[in-house]
């Protein structure tokens, strides 16, 4: 038997974090099962509108897996055209006997399934459902689009504070045109794409703390998202790279997961390269001194 609370969780932020603590109370009072469906993109990915997930579906899982959930993650499309009628049969064959959801929850077809439906048949099919307020911080709902808007904008500790952890990206590093290593800075691309489509922030220039698989402890960093527009570039795609401080060593198909600390500046196009390492020795000073002053 289950406790079910289904949903994209795109970030798994403090809303979410709610409804699913609120699953895992339900779950160990009635002695089921907790369990989360997951959907690996939202609508807007299929419909217009998508700018790009907050985390990718595995960090999500990984998540839910370490809160004590049992995780299933699907593809809107495998349940689209179902009727919520039949979403619901098809759930409790599957021995779902409670479900938790927040008050503007909908499923099936046309998204005709809703807490409504799910309050008027619950007592005939012997299920528990439990309907959650939306959270609120200072004021305002949590959600992800308001943390998608927040890192669009650069506010990164904004939306950290909403997610309730740092935002992390994450891809492996490949190899491009040494860029960084001929100015003195040498930077892992990382590629973020490699599997799902993810948001990127505000172009500029941002703190990390980097974590490489498979080696222990982490390394501080300063993170470029955007286009280096210093330079004329056959193919301009935004690009992921990070220069870690203090590291001297090869990343080259190593596995990194970044977390975002601080927003420093705001992408430039400088007129020469000695303007770039110019500011980038000035970026690299003012990160040892937050770093030093904030996080140490």
Aim: aromatic share 12%.
């Amino acid at each position: 038997m289950y406790a079910l609370t289904i949903g994209i969780f795109d970030g798994v932020h403090k809303g979410h974090q709610y409804i699913l603590k609120n699953t895992l109370q339900l779950a160990n009072n009635l002695r089921f099962e907790p369990l989360v469906l997951m959907f690996r993109y939202p609508p807007e990915k299929h419909l217009g509108g998508f700018e790009g997930l907050i985390l990718p579906s595995w960090r999500r899982k990984q998540i839910c897996e370490d809160i004590g959930f049992k995780v299933e993650v699907k593809d809107l499309e495998e349940v689209w055209g179902l009727p919520h009628e039949q979403y619901l049969e098809e759930l409790m064959k599957k021995g779902v006997k409670a479900i938790v959801c927040g008050e503007d929850f909908t499923f099936g077809k046309n998204a005709l399934g809703n807490v409504e439906y799910l309050q008027a048949v619950s007592q005939s099919k012997g299920l528990v459902v439990k309907v959650l307020k939306d959270l609120k911080s200072q004021g305002n709902r949590v959600s992800s689009s308001a943390i998608k808007r927040e890192l669009k904008l650069g506010n990164i500790k904004t939306a950290n504070g909403m997610l309730g952890r740092p935002w992390t990206l994450e891809g492996t590093v490949y190899e491009d045109r040494h860029v960084g290593f001929k100015l003195g800075f040498p930077t892992a691309n990382i590629n973020v794409w490699e599997k799902e489509e993810i948001l990127l922030p505000k172009f500029g220039v941002y703190i990390v703390k980097g974590y490489v698989r498979g080696r222990s402890g982490f390394l501080w960093g300063l993170m470029n998202v955007g286009l280096r527009p210093t330079f004329d570039e056959y193919k301009k795609t935004p690009k992921v790279e990070v220069y870690f401080l203090d590291f001297f060593g090869d990343l080259y198909g190593d596995y990194i997961v970044l977390e975002v600390i601080d927003f420093l500046r705001d992408e430039v196009k400088f007129d020469n390269e000695q303007e770039l390492i110019g500011a980038m020795e000035k970026d690299e000073d003012q990160a040892r001194k937050i770093i030093q002053k904030h996080y140490i």
